[in-house]
């Protein structure tokens, strides 16, 4: 199950348990934890990083063959 970390902007209560401070950690489901993280009372903790995008490169073509004019 995901982890999350409780929030100084949490009140007594986050997602149906009492809040026991900052920094707790709590296993819940995405869904328990959904609207708890919108509030911003929840932060996930097992969230990879987005990785970077890269670029293809871009294949280089050559040809022994001249090409054809119309």
Do not use: C
């Amino acid at each position: 199950m995901p982890r999350y970390a409780i929030t100084e902007t949490a009140g007594r209560f986050v997602a149906g348990q009492t809040n026991t401070g900052v920094g707790t950690v709590l296993e819940l489901t995405e869904k328990q934890a959904e609207h708890e993280v919108r509030l911003g009372s929840l932060r996930a903790l097992d969230v990879k990083p987005a990785s970077k995008a890269t670029k293809p490169a871009k294949p280089v073509v050559k040809s022994d063959t001249p090409e054809a004019t119309e």
